[in-house]
């Protein structure tokens, strides 16, 4: 694929052609003589994405992702700029930097044609789909709090000049947008067309949407607000189960201890930071929480009760490790700042205690909002679509209707992690 052919959509047919004209490419596992193919790998709503490797040893590989000028599920009538591919990519080179053992190595990106090459997390699995299996760790829950943790504690905003830079660079009006109308907004209109749920819940959804019953639209509404208005720190902004990924579990290590295990560095990886923006550290966590609700839900309509419980242990490890995280790396910040001058600190040493309990409480609401609109909306999870037995899945959808409805109207009234598992329990 020559330099004149810049904006030409990467395929199958000339994928390996496009990776050849990189190498040698820094950090990539690939070499010029290599002989490569390719496969395209399916699952992703907005963008194209391939695997390009070594014929010889396909653990030699790179991921190729590339974006169209359109929502690629919905066809070219559903125009998006393909821009959004330069935040992404800006997006994970400074996830790179803030923490890398939890994000995919960023390799090259290419603006002509929207595309990004970037490690390839051939190994991986999503943490949806183990989720599903009823494969839940504590140790996983933890390391996605440590993630979250790391990347707002470092771009915290209390007057820092690092702060405002984000806030510049990763305004991302366009999806903000997309987020905006589709998890707070539209979910709640009449008359919005892309709009379906189970026709089993059809009254349950006109009170809903009515005027008596909305209260639930009502602070769907404000918390829009403090999504668009709160600018806290650098945000992932679509952190649900299928933008997370985990190595394979060990069946051994994993049935002999069934809630947590030892964790490994890398295990845990956060892709598709195309939503990333400057918001509220809650958002981030509310729907890091509705991942695990929705995995919960889908077990509770099972029976499965084991996987539930285990479910409630990585939530409270969740909270109990960001917690403990966003803490130490505050104070840090802190004492560095005072190592570094005489004058305020970049951020407060008691900035984490204050800032805790109401990211908690917004975190709560986020979660109602997610899980809302998951049954509600336009887009929905396999998490309840997937569930074979009709009367198994109405199930896991009212009740991930029932939580999020109480968790919209009541997350001003949430303390603890404790009032946040009592509403997945509606």
């Known amino acids: 694929m020559a330099a004149a052919d810049a ?7 000339n994928a390996c052609e496009y990776v050849r004209g990189l190498l040698p490419l820094d950090g990539a596992p690939l070499l010029p003589g290599d002989e490569l193919v390719c496969e395209e790998v399916y699952g992703g709503n907005l963008n194209y994405a391939f695997r390009v490797s070594s014929a010889s040893d396909a653990t030699r590989s790179v991921f190729v992702k590339q974006a169209p000028d359109f929502i690629k599920c ?5 125009q998006l700029s393909s821009a959004r591919a330069a935040l992404e990519s800006a997006a994970l080179v400074v996830l790179n930097s803030l923490a890398p053992a939890y994000t995919p190595r960023h390799l090259h990106f290419d603006g002509a044609r929207a595309a990004m090459v970037m490690e390839d997390l051939r190994e991986h699995v999503l943490l949806r789909d ?46 903000c947008a997309i987020t905006s109308a589709y998890v707070f907004l539209k979910p709640y209109d009449p008359a919005e067309p892309s709009n379906r749920h189970s026709p089993a819940l059809d009254a349950q ?20 607000t403090i999504f668009r208005e709160k600018k806290q720190c650098l945000v992932h902004g679509d952190l649900h189960a299928g933008s997370v990924m985990v190595a394979r579990a060990a069946e051994p290590h994993a049935r002999a201890e069934p809630h947590a295990r030892a964790y490994a560095a890398g295990r845990l990886r956060v892709i598709d930071s195309e939503f990333a923006t400057v918001g509220p550290a809650s958002f981030d966590l509310g729907l890091a929480l509705a991942a695990y609700a929705f995995a919960r839900f889908h077990h509770g309509a ?3 009760a084991h996987v539930v419980a285990a479910v409630d242990v990585a939530v409270r490890a969740l909270w109990r490790e960001y917690a403990a995280q966003l803490r130490g790396l505050l104070a840090g910040a802190h004492e560095s700042a005072r190592a570094a001058a005489d004058g305020a600190p970049a951020v407060p040493r008691l900035l984490a205690e204050a800032l805790l309990p109401q990211t908690l409480r917004e975190a709560a609401g986020f979660m109602g909002a997610e899980l809302t609109r998951r049954v509600i909306g336009a887009a929905h999870v396999p998490d ?32 603890t992690i404790d009032d946040v598992l009592e509403l997945m329990s509606h």
């Open 7 to 13: 904006g030409v959509r990467i395929t199958t047919s």
């Open 74 to 78: 919905l066809g070219p009538g559903a």
């Open 384 to 415: 309840l679509d997937d569930i074979a037995d009709e009367k198994a899945r109405l199930e896991a959808e009212r009740s991930a209707l029932a939580c999020g409805v109480a968790a919209l109207e009541g997350w001003r009234r949430v303390e």
């Open 302 to 304: 099972h029976a499965r």
């Open 205 to 224: 959804v006109a009170r809903l949407r009515s005027i008596e019953g909305g209260g639930a639209a009502a602070a769907a509404a404000a918390l829009e």
């Open 130 to 175: 183990e989720l599903l299996a009823g494969r839940v760790f504590a140790a996983d829950a933890s390391a996605l709090a440590q993630f979250m943790a790391r990347v707002h504690a470092r771009t915290m905003r209390a007057g820092d000049a690092a702060g405002a830079v984000h806030s510049a660079r990763f305004d991302n009006e366009l999806l």
